[in-house]
Protein backbone atom coordinates (compact mmCIF):
# COMPACT_ATOMS: atom_id res chain seq x y z
CA UNK A 1 0.00 0.00 0.00
CA UNK A 2 1.06 3.60 -0.52
CA UNK A 3 -0.25 6.44 1.46
CA UNK A 4 0.23 10.05 1.32
CA UNK A 5 1.44 11.88 4.59
CA UNK A 6 1.57 15.35 4.56
CA UNK A 7 3.52 17.88 7.09
CA UNK A 8 2.65 21.37 7.65
CA UNK A 9 3.60 23.74 10.38
CA UNK A 10 3.21 27.45 10.67
CA UNK A 11 4.57 29.51 13.51
CA UNK A 12 3.73 33.27 14.36
CA UNK A 13 7.03 34.35 16.56
CA UNK A 14 5.67 37.21 17.49
CA UNK A 15 2.04 36.09 19.44
CA UNK A 16 3.89 32.43 20.12
CA UNK A 17 1.22 30.48 18.37
CA UNK A 18 1.85 27.77 16.14
CA UNK A 19 -0.66 25.49 13.67
CA UNK A 20 0.70 22.16 13.27
CA UNK A 21 -1.18 19.48 10.89
CA UNK A 22 0.59 16.15 11.03
CA UNK A 23 -0.31 12.95 9.05
CA UNK A 24 2.04 9.65 10.22
CA UNK A 25 1.88 5.76 10.32
CA UNK A 26 1.71 4.80 14.06
CA UNK A 27 3.42 1.82 15.00
CA UNK A 28 2.10 -0.58 18.13
CA UNK A 29 4.34 -3.05 18.69
CA UNK A 30 3.87 -5.73 21.20
CA UNK A 31 7.52 -5.41 22.73
CA UNK A 32 6.47 -1.61 23.44
CA UNK A 33 2.86 -1.79 24.51
CA UNK A 34 3.85 -4.36 26.75
CA UNK A 35 5.94 -2.49 29.25
CA UNK A 36 3.11 -0.30 29.91
CA UNK A 37 0.15 -2.96 29.48
CA UNK A 38 2.14 -6.24 31.53
CA UNK A 39 -1.22 -8.33 31.09
CA UNK A 40 -1.18 -7.97 27.18
CA UNK A 41 -2.26 -11.13 25.69
CA UNK A 42 0.60 -13.44 23.66
CA UNK A 43 -1.66 -13.30 20.93
CA UNK A 44 -1.69 -9.92 20.19
CA UNK A 45 -0.07 -9.27 16.28
CA UNK A 46 2.24 -6.17 15.69
CA UNK A 47 -0.31 -3.83 14.08
CA UNK A 48 -0.17 -0.17 12.60
CA UNK A 49 -2.56 2.55 12.46
CA UNK A 50 -3.23 5.73 10.48
CA UNK A 51 -2.87 9.08 12.21
CA UNK A 52 -4.11 12.49 11.16
CA UNK A 53 -3.74 15.12 13.80
CA UNK A 54 -4.60 19.19 13.56
CA UNK A 55 -3.03 20.88 16.68
CA UNK A 56 -3.13 24.71 17.48
CA UNK A 57 -0.87 25.79 20.37
CA UNK A 58 0.02 29.17 21.99
CA UNK A 59 2.68 29.99 24.79
CA UNK A 60 3.01 32.63 26.69
CA UNK A 61 6.20 33.94 29.07
CA UNK A 62 4.74 35.88 31.67
CA UNK A 63 7.89 36.71 33.78
CA UNK A 64 11.36 34.93 33.65
CA UNK A 65 9.73 32.64 36.34
CA UNK A 66 6.03 31.92 35.17
CA UNK A 67 5.10 30.51 32.03
CA UNK A 68 1.48 29.72 30.59
CA UNK A 69 1.00 26.75 28.07
CA UNK A 70 -1.94 25.11 26.27
CA UNK A 71 -2.81 23.40 22.95
CA UNK A 72 -5.80 22.17 21.15
CA UNK A 73 -5.61 19.15 19.22
CA UNK A 74 -8.13 16.92 17.31
CA UNK A 75 -7.24 13.66 16.32
CA UNK A 76 -8.30 11.50 13.53
CA UNK A 77 -7.06 7.74 13.04
CA UNK A 78 -8.15 4.77 11.67
CA UNK A 79 -7.62 1.45 13.29
CA UNK A 80 -7.06 2.71 16.92
CA UNK A 81 -6.08 0.19 19.92
CA UNK A 82 -8.48 0.04 22.55
CA UNK A 83 -7.94 -2.52 25.64
CA UNK A 84 -10.38 -4.70 26.66
CA UNK A 85 -10.61 -7.47 29.15
CA UNK A 86 -11.05 -10.89 27.81
CA UNK A 87 -13.41 -12.11 30.60
CA UNK A 88 -12.98 -16.17 30.00
CA UNK A 89 -11.95 -19.57 30.78
CA UNK A 90 -9.64 -20.01 28.24
CA UNK A 91 -7.07 -17.59 29.11
CA UNK A 92 -5.26 -17.91 32.21
CA UNK A 93 -5.71 -14.46 34.19
CA UNK A 94 -8.36 -12.80 32.14
CA UNK A 95 -5.29 -10.57 29.91
CA UNK A 96 -5.95 -7.41 28.16
CA UNK A 97 -6.47 -7.95 24.49
CA UNK A 98 -6.96 -5.33 21.66
CA UNK A 99 -9.47 -4.22 19.56
CA UNK A 100 -9.62 -1.91 16.43
CA UNK A 101 -11.48 1.08 16.04
CA UNK A 102 -11.44 4.31 14.08
CA UNK A 103 -11.94 7.02 16.45
CA UNK A 104 -11.95 11.24 16.60
CA UNK A 105 -10.10 12.73 19.92
CA UNK A 106 -10.76 16.27 20.41
CA UNK A 107 -8.53 17.18 23.20
CA UNK A 108 -7.38 20.16 25.51
CA UNK A 109 -4.35 20.97 27.57
CA UNK A 110 -3.56 23.74 29.34
CA UNK A 111 -0.11 23.78 31.60
CA UNK A 112 0.97 26.63 34.40
CA UNK A 113 4.69 26.17 35.66
CA UNK A 114 6.67 28.17 38.13
CA UNK A 115 10.30 28.34 39.22
CA UNK A 116 11.55 30.74 41.71
CA UNK A 117 14.95 29.73 42.95
CA UNK A 118 14.77 26.27 45.13
CA UNK A 119 11.19 26.03 44.00
CA UNK A 120 9.38 24.41 40.88
CA UNK A 121 5.99 23.44 40.26
CA UNK A 122 3.15 22.83 37.40
CA UNK A 123 -0.15 21.93 36.89
CA UNK A 124 -1.43 20.28 33.80
CA UNK A 125 -5.30 20.20 33.04
CA UNK A 126 -6.83 17.86 30.30
CA UNK A 127 -10.03 17.88 28.68
CA UNK A 128 -10.79 14.87 26.18
CA UNK A 129 -13.80 14.00 24.11
CA UNK A 130 -13.47 10.67 21.83
CA UNK A 131 -15.71 9.72 19.19
CA UNK A 132 -15.45 6.08 18.28
CA UNK A 133 -16.84 4.75 14.73
CA UNK A 134 -18.23 1.24 16.08
CA UNK A 135 -19.12 2.13 19.45
CA UNK A 136 -20.74 5.98 19.55
CA UNK A 137 -20.44 8.25 22.55
CA UNK A 138 -17.81 5.82 24.58
CA UNK A 139 -14.81 7.53 26.02
CA UNK A 140 -11.92 5.49 26.11
CA UNK A 141 -9.86 8.17 28.32
CA UNK A 142 -10.84 10.34 30.86
CA UNK A 143 -12.92 13.47 30.07
CA UNK A 144 -11.43 15.38 32.51
CA UNK A 145 -8.04 14.94 34.37
CA UNK A 146 -5.67 16.74 36.32
CA UNK A 147 -1.76 16.33 37.60
CA UNK A 148 0.01 19.26 39.93
CA UNK A 149 3.50 18.61 40.86
CA UNK A 150 5.68 20.71 43.53
CA UNK A 151 9.13 20.52 44.87
CA UNK A 152 11.22 22.55 47.16
CA UNK A 153 14.89 22.78 47.85
CA UNK A 154 15.13 23.91 51.57
CA UNK A 155 18.64 23.28 52.16
CA UNK A 156 21.39 22.06 48.99
CA UNK A 157 21.44 18.75 47.24
CA UNK A 158 18.10 17.99 49.43
CA UNK A 159 14.59 18.11 47.30
CA UNK A 160 10.96 17.30 48.87
CA UNK A 161 8.19 17.18 46.76
CA UNK A 162 4.69 15.58 45.97
CA UNK A 163 2.58 15.12 43.09
CA UNK A 164 -1.30 14.73 42.51
CA UNK A 165 -3.49 13.06 39.86
CA UNK A 166 -6.63 13.07 39.31
CA UNK A 167 -8.45 11.31 36.40
CA UNK A 168 -12.27 10.86 35.50
CA UNK A 169 -14.18 8.36 35.20
CA UNK A 170 -13.61 6.31 31.52
CA UNK A 171 -15.48 3.12 29.52
CA UNK A 172 -14.10 -0.01 28.81
CA UNK A 173 -14.73 -2.36 26.53
CA UNK A 174 -15.43 -6.27 28.24
CA UNK A 175 -16.26 -9.48 26.22
CA UNK A 176 -16.68 -13.21 27.10
CA UNK A 177 -15.79 -14.22 23.84
CA UNK A 178 -12.55 -14.40 22.08
CA UNK A 179 -14.42 -13.47 18.93
CA UNK A 180 -15.48 -10.02 20.18
CA UNK A 181 -19.33 -11.01 20.51
CA UNK A 182 -20.96 -9.75 22.90
CA UNK A 183 -19.09 -6.71 24.11
CA UNK A 184 -20.36 -5.16 26.87
CA UNK A 185 -19.06 -1.61 28.26
CA UNK A 186 -18.51 -1.01 31.85
CA UNK A 187 -17.48 2.48 33.69
CA UNK A 188 -14.22 2.45 35.13
CA UNK A 189 -14.75 4.90 38.40
CA UNK A 190 -12.57 7.63 38.77
CA UNK A 191 -9.58 8.05 40.90
CA UNK A 192 -6.92 10.35 43.03
CA UNK A 193 -3.72 9.55 43.73
CA UNK A 194 -1.22 11.61 46.15
CA UNK A 195 2.47 10.57 46.31
CA UNK A 196 5.17 12.04 48.30
CA UNK A 197 9.21 12.25 47.81
CA UNK A 198 12.28 12.62 49.76
CA UNK A 199 15.20 12.87 47.86
CA UNK A 200 19.44 13.43 48.80
CA UNK A 201 22.23 13.77 46.84
CA UNK A 202 25.12 13.04 48.64
CA UNK A 203 27.27 13.65 46.22
CA UNK A 204 27.57 13.07 42.41
CA UNK A 205 27.16 9.24 42.54
CA UNK A 206 25.17 8.46 45.30
CA UNK A 207 21.52 9.51 46.21
CA UNK A 208 18.74 8.54 48.58
CA UNK A 209 15.37 8.43 47.86
CA UNK A 210 12.27 7.76 50.01
CA UNK A 211 8.48 8.06 48.98
CA UNK A 212 5.13 7.48 50.48
CA UNK A 213 3.34 6.48 47.50
CA UNK A 214 -0.90 6.60 47.00
CA UNK A 215 -1.22 8.20 50.33
CA UNK A 216 -5.37 8.19 49.94
CA UNK A 217 -5.38 4.63 49.53
CA UNK A 218 -7.40 4.77 46.51
CA UNK A 219 -7.86 1.10 44.54
CA UNK A 220 -8.01 1.89 41.06
CA UNK A 221 -7.89 0.30 37.61
CA UNK A 222 -5.78 2.02 34.76
CA UNK A 223 -7.39 -1.38 32.79
CA UNK A 224 -10.71 -3.05 33.63
CA UNK A 225 -10.41 -5.98 35.79
CA UNK A 226 -6.52 -4.82 36.80
CA UNK A 227 -5.89 -2.96 40.36
CA UNK A 228 -2.81 -1.45 39.46
CA UNK A 229 -1.87 -0.01 43.14
CA UNK A 230 -1.13 -1.94 45.89
CA UNK A 231 -2.92 0.27 48.56
CA UNK A 232 -0.68 2.98 50.36
CA UNK A 233 2.86 2.04 50.41
CA UNK A 234 6.72 3.17 51.77
CA UNK A 235 9.61 3.18 49.05
CA UNK A 236 13.29 3.60 49.76
CA UNK A 237 15.77 3.47 47.17
CA UNK A 238 19.75 3.95 47.44
CA UNK A 239 21.54 4.67 43.86
CA UNK A 240 25.16 4.52 42.87
CA UNK A 241 26.20 5.32 39.59
CA UNK A 242 30.14 5.01 38.63
Keep these: DYYFLPYMSLYNKKHNISFEFNSYIQPYYFSTISKDIPFLTPF ?13 SFSKLINSNFSINSNFSFLDEENNLVPFLINDNIHIGNPIAMYFD ?15 NEIETFLNIYFTEIRSEYY ?15 QIEPIENLLFSFDILYCS ?10 SL ?3 EVDTLNPFFTLNFDVNYLFNDSFRINFGLKNL ?21 NLAYSF
Design 216 to 236: MDFQYELFDGYNVERGRRFIA
Design 102 to 116: DVKKIKFNFNLSYNY
Design 136 to 150: NNLNYEPIFSFDYFF
Design 181 to 183: ENI
Design 169 to 178: KRDALKTSTV
Design 44 to 56: FEDHFSKKNIFKL
